[in-house]
């Protein structure tokens, strides 16, 4: 059976003619609740939430919010401006540009979400609910208030096929449920939102700076989080947030602010990158920060390969481990075989060229085979990497990578004099060891995504989505499928290799374990393949953002233990299933898992 819908209607008032909402309460107290509840949820905050200062963030006190209650805070006062804007409320309207009532719901959902699983973590720890001070009570009334009545808002719903007389009592319980969820699809679905205005320039540009500087704030604050039930919180409410902020349409539109400036928006995002450091007070998280961008300059190389090209490559991780044992041979390591201390120039040629090498040599035999076979091929190169740099130890072969012991006491870089490896002074600001390689990272980042950019827009990238949409047509129209395929394996790998470079004086010492195929901590081939798929094939920011989340998430989610990479899992699983073209998805891909989108009027080279 299938189930015609139609396009939910995401205004902020209440038409006479509206259906009912997914709860029977009156759309006019639904909506009050919800606004009232986000006003309430706020006030929650500046309450005590418990007696005791056992449970981290000190809930104790009136007047300050702390730890988990800002969470609560940012959520309600989200909550509140959506059901404000609701109301056609003078100059809130332009925060919902879709309509509100799907973005209210993902709000309030945000505020109940992040007090409930507050409320119940003071329980368990504590000892109960007794341990709740009347400000807990509160919120976590006021939040459930709140989602309620967001869920009351009138629904479009969808009109479902007729029942089949000859259906069993199972076949139309499957038709029931299968027209129940579509309703609640249709419920949390938003319209299109209306086109931006043309502004001047300089406020545009304004505008970019803004989202900038959200999103630096933002990021700070997930990696600075300082207990693990913060962090989880942290997920909770950026989650439903970006959610309610997606639905209300303001994503959208600043995305087509963003498109009209793409170079400054480029650039503007470098610089908030490199103000990271400032706003940290030592190099604990400088050394998440470094760490992140390798993993990501990886995974953009790896997008060249199966993002642009539609290449699957499952020992990627391969070529970042060949960058980054050649550059340690010819910098001065006493592990070394070779008696060499080249600058790092020299070290970053060396290391991007023997990536390059092992790509074209591993290429030219492999990459006549296409799909499931090409994925078999590179796995097992990612795998006889490891295996041989283990086995040349000399015994087992001859002594040139030390064996599992690895090239170890590798130096710290020197570029022009200036030592990466010790602390630096910057006006009223100290930038650690971890800093200074953060900073020579994002040159190199910046590096590989105008490497990306421009080979994206050139006459080989356009062959490269050719072959990636349809092998068998683009060789038809007369592209050389075997070189286009081996320029992008080689491209793919010497950008491995440049960030493998830097890897192995980052981490001083360079060992085959580091370059698995799968294992619980990036990098490996594993995770670079699912960065590339969750941020979002054959683009720029997916792969980038993709990185982050896959390595931020693993390192402050080791508090549940065994249950890591269970619960790492199962939101990837989520992800995939709700959203399967990824966080950052070119318009082409996304036609491809929603055939409910509208189709673009132009679509670039490369489908953005």
């Known amino acids: 059976m299938t189930t015609q819908t139609t396009a939910p209607k995401n205004t902020g008032a209440t038409a006479p003619g509206d259906t009912p909402g997914l709860i029977g309460i009156p759309a006019r107290i639904g909506r009050a609740l919800?606004?009232?509840?986000?006003?309430?949820?706020v006030v929650s905050t500046f309450l005590a939430w418990t007696w005791t200062a056992e449970f981290?963030?000190?809930?104790?006190?009136?007047?300050?919010?702390?730890?988990?209650?800002?969470?609560?805070?940012?959520?309600?006062?989200?909550?509140?401006?959506?059901?404000?804007?609701?109301?056609?409320?003078?100059?809130?309207?332009?925060?919902?540009?879709?309509?509100?009532?799907?973005?209210?719901?993902?709000?309030a959902l945000a505020a109940f979400t992040t007090t409930w699983y507050t409320v119940i973590a003071i329980s368990a720890q504590l000892g109960g609910v007794v341990n709740l001070e009347p400000g807990g009570y509160l919120a976590a009334a006021v939040t459930l208030a709140a989602l309620i009545g967001s869920l009351a808002l009138p629904v479009e719903r969808p009109e479902p096929d007729p029942f089949d007389p000859d259906d069993t009592g199972w076949e139309r319980f499957k038709h029931t449920s299968s027209h129940n969820w579509q309703?609640?699809?249709?419920?949390?679905?938003?319209?299109?939102p209306r086109p931006v205005r043309a502004l001047p320039s300089s406020i545009e540009i304004l505008i970019i700076v803004a989202v900038l500087a959200v999103g630096l704030f933002v990021f700070t604050y997930g990696i600075g989080t300082e207990y693990d039930e913060l962090f989880v919180g942290f997920l909770i409410?950026?989650?439903?947030?970006?959610?309610?902020?997606?639905?209300?349409?303001?994503?959208?539109?600043?995305?087509?602010?963003?498109?009209?400036?793409?170079?400054?928006?480029?650039?503007?995002?470098?610089?908030?990158?490199?103000?990271?450091?400032f706003t940290q007070s030592d190099d604990q998280y400088a050394t998440i920060g470094v760490y992140i961008l390798i993993f990501a300059t990886v995974a953009l190389g790896l997008n060249i390969v199966v993002g642009l090209a539609g290449l699957l490559d499952l020992g990627y991780v391969a070529f970042l481990g060949v960058g980054a044992y050649a550059a340690s041979m010819v910098s001065g390591s006493p592990s070394s075989p070779f008696d060499l201390h080249l600058p790092f120039w020299a070290a970053v040629l060396v290391g991007a060229a023997a990536s390059l090498v092992f790509g074209v040599l591993i290429g030219a035999p492999t990459l006549r085979l296409r799909g499931d076979y090409l994925a078999i091929v590179t796995l097992g190169f990612g795998e006889i990497f490891r295996i041989t740099a283990n086995n040349l130890d000399g015994t087992s072969g001859p002594d040139v990578t030390n064996g599992s012991n690895g090239i170890s006491s590798i130096p710290d870089l020197k570029i022009l004099g200036f030592d990466l490896g010790t602390q630096h002074d910057v006006g009223s600001f100290t930038i650690g060891r971890f800093a200074n390689y953060?900073?020579?990272?994002?040159?190199?980042?910046?590096?590989?995504?105008?490497?990306?950019?421009?080979?994206?827009?050139?006459?080989?990238?356009?062959?490269?989505?050719?072959?990636?949409?349809?092998?068998?047509?683009?060789l038809a129209m007369g592209i050389n499928g075997f070189r286009v395929k081996l320029i992008a394996f080689a491209v793919g790998a010497s950008l491995a290799g440049l960030a493998g470079t830097v890897q192995a004086h980052v981490t001083y010492t360079v060992t085959p374990e580091q370059y698995l195929f799968a294992g619980t901590t990036p990098p490996n081939s594993a995770f670079l393949l699912a960065a590339v798929v969750l941020g979002g094939m054959g683009t720029i920011a997916g792969p980038l953002i993709g990185a982050s989340l896959l390595f931020l998430i693993p390192n402050k989610l080791q508090f549940l233990d065994d249950?890591?990479?269970?619960?790492?899992?199962?939101?990837l699983v989520l992800l995939m299933r709700f959203r399967p073209e990824g966080l950052i998805a070119n318009r082409r891909r996304k036609l491809?898992?929603?055939?409910?989108?509208?189709a673009p009027t132009v679509l670039s080279k490369t489908g953005a």
């Not at 995504?449 to 050139?458: I, K, N, T």
């Not at 249950?563 to 939101?571: D, V």
Request: overall charge neutral; proline content about 2%; glycine content about 12%.
């Open 34 to 41: 919800a606004t009232g509840g986000g006003v309430l949820t």
């Open 56 to 107: 981290p963030g000190d809930l104790t006190v009136y007047g300050y919010p702390g730890g988990l209650q800002v969470l609560v805070l940012v959520a309600g006062a989200l909550t509140t401006l959506i059901g404000l804007a609701s109301y056609d409320v003078k100059g809130l309207r332009w925060l919902a540009p879709a309509g509100a009532d799907a973005a209210l719901r993902f709000a």
């Open 183 to 192: 309703t609640v699809k249709a419920a949390f679905a938003s319209g299109s």
């Open 237 to 277: 409410t950026a989650g439903f947030g970006f959610a309610a902020l997606n639905k209300s349409g303001l994503i959208a539109q600043a995305s087509q602010i963003t498109a009209r400036h793409q170079n400054i928006t480029v650039c503007g995002a470098f610089v908030a990158a490199a103000c990271f450091p």
């Open 438 to 474: 953060f900073f020579l990272m994002l040159i190199i980042t910046a590096v590989v995504v105008l490497v990306f950019r421009r080979s994206g827009d050139s006459r080989i990238g356009r062959a490269w989505v050719a072959i990636r949409e349809d092998e068998t047509a683009a």
């Open 563 to 571: 249950y890591q990479l269970f619960a790492f899992g199962l939101a």
């Open 592 to 598: 491809e898992f929603h055939e409910e989108a509208e």
